[in-house]
């Protein structure tokens, strides 16, 4: 484990069961249709790596980077886009996919602007919801875990830039936070 790690809350395995069963549900519910997998970047990309191996039906990618004003830990509400999609996504089935619904904010601007270009259905994919943060009416229709009000490292998330790579999701020692 690495040394700056208090717990692991979900280990590899439990990970890569539950992407799997995300993947076959999504690949049942849009049976005879493209997907067209939006992924929130940097944060979901290891989650939307897995999970697009584990969809059957014809799937393509497209990516946003967005970053909420605030400190690392706080999200202060306001929504920037750093990075737009490629393309336009008229008429398509676009799936949203971020790594964690923490307060809702960014993914309730999300919804709103990409609803604005003219999908033809747009649902959201997450691995993991902190429901008890919530400010917003937000709810995904593909959860991976709900989890407990504590700041997560780890399978793509950070804390300032770090810990992407651990491969559990994971809570730093109280110190690590504290910088
Ligand atoms: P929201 O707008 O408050 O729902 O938060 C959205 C973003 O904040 C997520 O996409 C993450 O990038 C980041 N975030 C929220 N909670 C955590 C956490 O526990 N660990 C790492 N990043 C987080």
């Known amino acids: 484990m690495h040394p700056d790690v208090q717990k692991v809350l979900l280990t590899e395995e439990e990970i890569r069961d539950r992407v799997k069963q995300l993947g076959q549900q999504i690949s049942r519910d849009y049976q005879g249709k493209k997907v067209l997998v939006v992924g929130i970047l940097k944060g979901a990309m290891i989650f939307l790596a897995d999970l697009v ?16 004003y605030g400190s690392s830990t706080q999200s202060s509400g306001a929504v920037r886009i750093l990075k737009d999609l490629d393309r336009s996504i008229e ?3 676009v799936l949203i996919v971020e790594d964690i619904v ?10 709103e602007n990409l609803n604005s270009r003219g999908p033809e259905s747009l649902k959201i994919c997450t691995l993991l919801d902190k429901p008890e ?4 009416d937000i709810n995904a229709h593909y959860k991976g875990f709900t989890i407990p009000n504590e700041f997560v490292v780890g399978y793509g ?3 300032n830039e770090r810990y992407r790579n651990l491969p559990y999701v994971a809570v730093l020692k109280p110190e690590i936070y504290q910088g």
Not at 102 to 111: A, H, M, N, S
Not at 133 to 136: A, D, K, P, Q, S
């Open 157 to 159: 998330l950070d804390f």
């Open 102 to 111: 923490d307060t809702g904010l960014t993914l309730k601007y999300l919804v």
């Open 53 to 68: 191996r584990n969809i059957s039906i014809p799937t393509y990618f497209d990516f946003m980077a967005v970053s909420s």
């Open 133 to 136: 943060r919530r400010t917003v």
């Open 91 to 93: 008429g398509k089935h």
